[in-house]
């Protein structure tokens, strides 16, 4: 099937939001009533100011191409001779790079994105010629020949994107190698043609944030073999600079050089100077993630901080496919830092944390059967945690621990993976795991290694996904993670979420997002927080904490067709939001314990040809129940990597 994403000429939500609110308190009940008719107004009369500018980039853009398909050119890779050479799908052995077309399957497993659409309308008829994956699996075909086909960040024969500012980008950047992405196949010359694993191996790819778009394709077929071709388009994968944000009234600064495909190798590589409310120095960490010529993941980062060092290497294969068979790894951590109490936003106190850990495990799997996926795990984990003095006897620090555990792990994974666009990115695929997820973890701590004795360690976690009309999902998890002994009882951290996308036209979309969590026998570092850092955007950053925490989040998002400088895909949103975090803590709000609304509107920036897609967002957020110590405004900077 193929999906293309026509312009809706209908506007797209984007404005500005004035609320008038004197000294008066709303619960999540009234503020319904109180608001309908300004967000009233905002939904409905606004939202022309992102669809005006969309509206000219596209008329500017129309070619005579674009009035005969509805495919976005914006990604056409296709010269005049590519599509010579589709329209002969027998040519199985002399097809090259240069020569093979990207043809669209008729499987949803290889439709693109509007975003990275790689494929026009001639395109499109050579590869009705051509059987679908599905087709070719079912009669049997084996793969011959795999072409990768790795691509510039910018197609020089799109005029759009053939400018002077464009070509220095691709002569500046390297090419990701055709090594990385063959090592990231799951299928192989010779082996039978499988719709499914050709499906994984294209959600892997886009995984790799250094693609900007992947696809695979059939381009010859003959004698029960099938030529395949992989064809990639490179992100801009290197990001120096400043950076800042600011969130709950606190800022964050820094200085990065940000690397995420080192000579076009796949490797990360990062150097950071930073500065936030807690702490302040340099970081760095290189990341390698087919380490060994395979699929081992190695890691280390290593960073100096005003409180403190940390320092972190791993190594291992992890489940890396439905289908593997083994994972195993080994990981070590140092981390001394200073951990801080806040009541109301406002410091109450600190206390120095050294953290050692270790870990080694192996696991192994039957791989997919029948759509499912079970796995088993043993490891053992050692844990060090020791905790200094306070700077204020108010705060009493938790007491130190050492456990030695060996652990048994179970997972069960449901294939079900749906390819969306518009949900947490702006215009760029995304696939969705709609299928049933659960992890269970049991440890049991070595008297002879631990401080502590009779101490089981347990872990879990369960997630599934519904839908509900076309293209409305629903969300679920849930997680839990806790020890329990004969000396301090039971002790777990309990939270769960549900979050809800429900489309309303092509362009906009209304999201629901409720979550909580409950902590029994938490230590004095161990209490649930809420604020401006982590879902009141209305207000301070941890303002209010206790052993209960809720908290709703509504949004009407739009995603609008303007795309500045194609560099930019650029969205909006309004947003109430209603929590609280309650329960026993010394260190509880009493100046404002009760439940805390906020309202606000946002512009959200993705960075769409860059690694690190991340989605900057600048929100206006207004506290409906503060007090003297709050401001009546709060402005979100800050980058993200979903909307």
């Avoid at 791993?314 to 790894?329: H, I, K, M, V």
């Avoid at 839908?467 to 329990?484: A, M, Q, Y």
Wanted: proline content about 5%.
């Amino acid at each position: 099937m193929y999906l293309c994403c026509r312009r809706e000429k209908r506007p797209v939500l984007m404005g500005t939001l004035f609320l008038s609110y004197r000294n008066k308190t709303l619960s999540p009940i009234s503020i319904g009533t109180t608001l309908r008719w300004p967000l009233w107004l905002l939904f409905c009369l606004l939202p022309y100011a992102l669809h005006k500018p969309a509206i000219a980039a596209e008329a500017a853009a129309a070619t005579p191409a674009e009035t005969g398909t509805a495919t976005s050119t914006e990604a056409n890779m296709t010269t005049q001779a590519e599509e010579k050479a589709a329209a002969i799908p027998t040519e199985t052995s002399t097809t090259t790079p240069s020569e093979t077309v990207t043809a669209t399957p008729v499987e949803a497993t290889t439709a693109t994105s509007a975003e990275a659409n790689m494929t026009t309308q001639a395109e499109e008829k050579a590869a009705a010629t051509l059987p679908s994956f599905a087709e070719l699996e079912a009669a049997g075909a084996i793969i011959g020949e795999i072409h990768i086909n790795a691509r510039d960040i910018f197609d020089l024969e799109d005029p759009r994107e053939n400018t002077t500012l464009y070509r220095t980008a691709n002569k500046l950047h390297i090419n990701t190698r055709p090594g990385v992405i063959e090592r990231t196949l799951l299928f192989k010359s010779g082996e039978p043609v499988s719709a499914r694993l050709i499906e994984e191996t294209e959600r892997l790819l886009h995984d790799n944030r250094f693609l900007y778009s992947a696809s695979i394709l059939p381009v010859a077929y003959h004698d029960g073999v099938v030529d395949i071709e992989v064809t990639t388009r490179d992100s801009w994968s290197l990001e120096p600079g400043v950076k800042f944000s600011r969130a709950g009234g606190s800022n964050t600064t820094g200085i990065t050089f940000d690397e995420r495909n080192l000579l076009g190798t796949g490797v990360s590589l990062s150097l950071k100077n930073i500065s936030d409310i807690d702490r302040s120095g340099t970081e760095m960490s290189v990341n390698n993630n087919h380490a060994l010529g395979g699929w081992y993941n190695a890691n280390y980062k290593y960073a100096k901080l005003s409180d403190g060092k940390r320092q972190s290497f791993s190594l291992s294969q992890p489940f890396y496919a439905l289908d593997t068979r083994w994972s195993g790894g080994v990981s070590v951590s140092l981390n001394d830092r200073v951990d801080s109490v806040y009541n109301s936003g406002i410091l109450a106190g600190k206390y120095p944390h050294s953290q050692t850990s270790y870990e080694v495990f192996g696991g192994w799997s039957d791989g997919l059967i029948d759509n499912w996926v079970q796995r088993y795990t043993l490891g053992l984990s050692y844990n060090i945690d020791t905790f200094g003095p306070a700077t204020t006897i108010a705060i009493q620090p938790p007491p130190d621990l050492k456990v030695a555990a060996p652990f048994i792990r179970y997972e069960i994974i449901e294939d079900n993976f749906q390819k969306l666009e518009n949900r947490d990115q702006i215009g760029r695929p995304e696939f969705v795991a709609l299928g049933f997820q659960s992890s269970v973890q049991m440890g049991y701590a070595i008297e002879r290694h631990s401080n502590t004795d009779d101490l089981w360690i347990y872990k879990g976690n369960i997630s599934n996904g519904y839908e509900f009309g076309p293209k409305n999902d629903l969300l679920v998890s849930s997680t839990l993670d806790g020890t329990f002994s004969n000396h301090t009882g039971v002790k777990y951290l309990l939270g769960g979420s549900i979050r809800y996308y429900m489309p309303q036209s092509e362009h906009t979309l209304l999201y629901f997002s409720a979550e909580g969590s409950t902590v029994r026998k938490p230590g004095v570092n161990e209490y649930l927080e809420i604020g401006g850092d982590n879902g009141l955007r209305g207000y301070p950053l941890r303002y209010q904490s206790g052993d209960r925490r809720a908290l709703l989040t509504i949004e009407r998002r739009a995603y609008s067709d303007w795309y500045p400088f194609r560099l930019f895909r650029i969205g909006g949103a309004i947003f109430y939001d209603v929590g609280r975090a309650w329960g026993k803590d010394a260190n509880m709000n009493v100046s404002n314990p009760g439940w805390l609304n906020d309202v606000g509107f946002g512009l959200r920036i993705l960075s769409a040809r860059s690694a690190f897609g991340n989605v900057t967002h600048a929100d206006f957020a207004f506290p409906l129940n503060r007090d003297a110590n709050t401001k009546s405004f709060q402005f979100l900077l800050k980058t993200s990597t979903s909307f």
